[in-house]
């Protein structure tokens, strides 16, 4: 199934997406050329996520507070704090890095994910069900609280 979504009268772009698949195309007499590719979605699942760290294809960004990341982490996962993310991310973080974000159970990584989507990190994703998920699903031995 195909949409074409305009994006104002005067859109330079007209988005047609078809299933996982976004397409970016010129509106006519643009002189913008156009972007063919794929749209990470923002939530990952727990499995999909251990493949690629266990693949090594994906950096674990915690969002969590300290007391929380000290509590149960992955290992190997970067604790930012989610207060922290805007005066660390431009710092620490490479725009082109594959990038998981985890918190207890999604939402405020869902929140940082969008974030870091807006500052460029395209390839953002937040950890679906946090680390919760990751506890029931992947790693029974990361504790739940």
Not at 45 to 61: Q, V, W
Not at 81 to 101: F, I, K
């Amino acid at each position: 199934m195909s949409f074409l979504i305009p994006q104002g009268d005067s859109a330079i772009h007209s988005r047609i997406c078809e299933g996982p698949d976004a397409i970016l195309k010129p509106a006519r007499n643009s002189s913008i050329s156009s972007y063919t590719g794929f749209m990470l979605d923002y939530e990952i699942s727990p499995t999909d996520a251990a493949d690629l760290l266990k693949e090594k294809k994906a950096r674990f960004i915690d969002v969590r507070e300290p007391w929380e990341f000290a509590t149960a982490r992955i290992d190997g996962s970067v604790p930012i704090p989610m207060g922290d993310v805007p005066s660390r991310a431009h710092q620490e973080l490479d725009p082109d890095e594959r990038l998981v974000v985890l918190c207890h159970h999604g939402q405020r990584s869902l929140n940082v994910a969008a974030w870091l989507r807006n500052q460029g990190f395209e390839q953002a994703q937040s950890l679906r069900g946090g680390i919760d998920a990751w506890s029931a699903e992947i790693d029974p031995h990361v504790p739940r609280y």
